[in-house]
């Protein structure tokens, strides 16, 4: 699988960092990751910015090529996803998309934009 341009971790897990490591867990199992490309890597996956610009912001601390490679683990492993607009800020969007509603964002924008409540 290849690294998502905006990376962002699945609503699936919850990922927990310190200077010991990063602890990504979920419903059917957990991982601690201890490397230093790890550590740096975590706080900077914000669905913000682009893994470029995450190597860039690491440059001179984590080789270009580490923070390459652990993000495209993380992106085979199914913890990185693509950020995606309204979904990505919606705090109900995990819910949402495990029923298996596409874009949940839609509803929320149609409600705005006709001042009432309807479905896509």
């Known amino acids: 699988m290849s690294i998502p341009r905006v990376p962002r971790f699945s609503d699936r897990y919850r990922i927990v960092w310190n200077e010991e490591g990063v602890l990504i867990s979920g419903e059917d199992r957990w991982v601690l990751f201890k490397a230093e490309p790890h550590r740096r890597v975590a706080p900077l996956v ?13 440059a ?30 919606a705090p109900d969007a ?23 409540e309807s479905g896509p």
């Open 60 to 89: 001179g601390r984590v080789d270009a090529a580490r923070v390459y490679y652990t993000l495209s683990r993380w992106a085979r492993d199914g913890y990185l996803e693509e950020a995606g607009g309204a979904v990505a800020a």
């Open 46 to 58: 914000d669905g913000v910015r682009t893994a470029d610009e995450i190597v860039d912001c690491l």
């Open 94 to 116: 995990p819910y949402w998309r495990h029923v298996g509603v596409p874009d949940p964002g839609r509803w929320t924008r149609t409600a705005k934009s006709t001042g009432r």
